[in-house]
């Protein structure tokens, strides 16, 4: 395809990203910008209270960023097996290779791009937006701001780039997969190499053409490597999976819903590995991140509350897996109430969720203290009840459609922040008032989870009574 054709098969995809959003959303999706910029404003001020420093806060735009980049990325696992499904008839022209006189790297190469661009303005444009409303009253040059927008995207190409270049290695071999995964590991910690000077926010921290070409350069190599190593579905190696319903259902307390909804991320493309990954991925982000404030501000965030808010936040992710193959119609054909149906999917994502978090706190016990390694333990499950209760309760079994539709996108941000926020500057001010901090912290966690069981209980009967309606 000329580079004319290329140009043209862009401007289509991001005219169908935007009348797909549309479509679904109505003119209310015109208002999600606005309401990101609302939303980066409040935060950022709010932050700003707790004595947390600008320089902090875009180190936490970048993280945030970079973790939202990732799960965009996923659109290689999404479009091996699940995509299509949810969407029924609409057929993307990202999985039209078959139809199209182009080869499916070529599509994927161009929906990246399509990606970059339609959130940097859909997202990331907002964000830095919100970030200018407090940072420039407080000083800060407007080129400053810019250069936030631009290192920002470069963290989402990264994100993007990284995680379909390792989903695009898991596709040719999950021993290889794991293999570099350790082997990169053990180099950076071996090695005493800074991961964060070879990204984005290098660049940012210190402007300058070194730092350019070193924080650019990997995110631009995976962004390249990502959709030349990814293999469609239809050219693997196909497989039949064991039988492991009945052993799985006996373990479940004979929960047919919660033993199907395993069953359906066990086998879809990454298994449950992607949990893992998943969690992985925010726990890494993590650790970079309180490091990070530690550096740019007086404080000593605690990286147990921080642990522990972010995974349960992170469990999101897990719950959106657990639903990808749901039609909420479809139950209405099955003796079962949506409640019972909501039931099943706590006990699915629980299992999924939960153990890949304390995974990675059990890990952590090679450099953070046990207390606050417990801390975190105590802190994850609560918040992540709550994460469940309040997305059954706002979304259903659409958590990734819904959310783009901005009342409810409003609803969804409000009640997190409603638990984060407390949390976050729990985490922040531990070091200098760590009785009160973690009795802040463990008493809104419990609170937390109260909330989320009894939205979780209402969240059966509302959507029953909706999808009957519809």
Known sequence: MSGAGNGRLLRRMLREEWRLHAELFGGRFAAFPVLVTAVAAAGCWLLTLTGTGLEAIAVGLHALVVFFGLQVGTIGLVGRDALRDVLGDVTLLVFSARTLPVTWRRLLATFLVKDLLYYSALFLLPLAVGYAVVAIEAGVPVARVALLWVTTAGAFTLGVGGSLTLAGIGTRSRAALLGIVAVATVAVVATNVDPVSFTPLAVYADPGVDTAIRGFAPAVVLATLGPVLFRPADTAGTRTAPDRYD???????????????????????????????????????????????GRATPLDPSPGIAFGTLLGLGAFTTYSWVTSFDDASEYLRYPVSMADVFAGKRRAYLLLSLPAGLIYLLGSLYWLPPVEVALGAVVFPPVAVYVFGVTTYVTGLSPNELLFDTPLFAAFSAALAVVALPLVVAALVRSEMPTTATGIALGVAALAALVGVGLARRAGPRWQARTRLQ
């Open 247 to 293: 052993s799985l259902r006996s373990l479940l307390g004979g929960d047919g819903v919660a033993t199907r909804s395993v069953l359906e991320v066990a086998r879809s493309s990454g298994s449950v590995w992607k949990v893992l990954f998943s969690m992985g991925v925010l726990f890494g982000v993590t650790a970079l991140l309180v490091r990070e404030i």
